[in-house]
């Protein structure tokens, strides 16, 4: 069993940045795809970032160049960089794992993150 503890979220201005972090425990980070996806009121949940063990990297269209994701398998920590926020990007934002072994999925319970001046 994998635990997903979501920090990091808040209010911010258009253009500004925040930076999520996620920590897992259950499983070494080693072991787990990792990745944050997002949904906002009224829309399916979205790729936002993902990101392998080996740190091989992908990301949605409307985040490329904007926003970053980061593993440190020492501390179990998977982070997202969002910079040069948008109205847009408000959503609750979710951090899931996928064992390798197994395949099995593992959601954290959501930060908000809301972009409004």
């Known amino acids: 069993q994998v635990q997903l503890v979501e920090s990091g979220g808040g209010l911010v201005q258009p253009g500004g940045s925040l930076r999520l972090s996620c920590v897992a425990s259950g499983s070494t980070l080693s072991m787990l795809e990792m990745g944050w996806y997002r949904q906002a009121p009224g829309k399916q949940r979205e790729l936002v970032a993902r990101?392998?063990?080996?740190?091989?990297?992908e990301y949605g269209d409307p985040v490329k160049g904007r926003f970053t994701i980061s593993r440190v398998n020492a501390q179990n920590t998977v982070d997202l960089q969002m910079n040069n926020l948008k109205p847009e990007d408000t959503a609750v934002y979710y951090c899931?794992?996928?064992?390798?072994?197994?395949?099995?999925?593992?959601w954290g319970q959501g930060t908000q993150v809301t972009v409004s001046s």
């Open positions: 899931k794992a996928v064992t390798i072994v197994t395949g099995d999925n593992y």
């Open positions: 990101i392998s063990r080996y740190g091989n990297t």
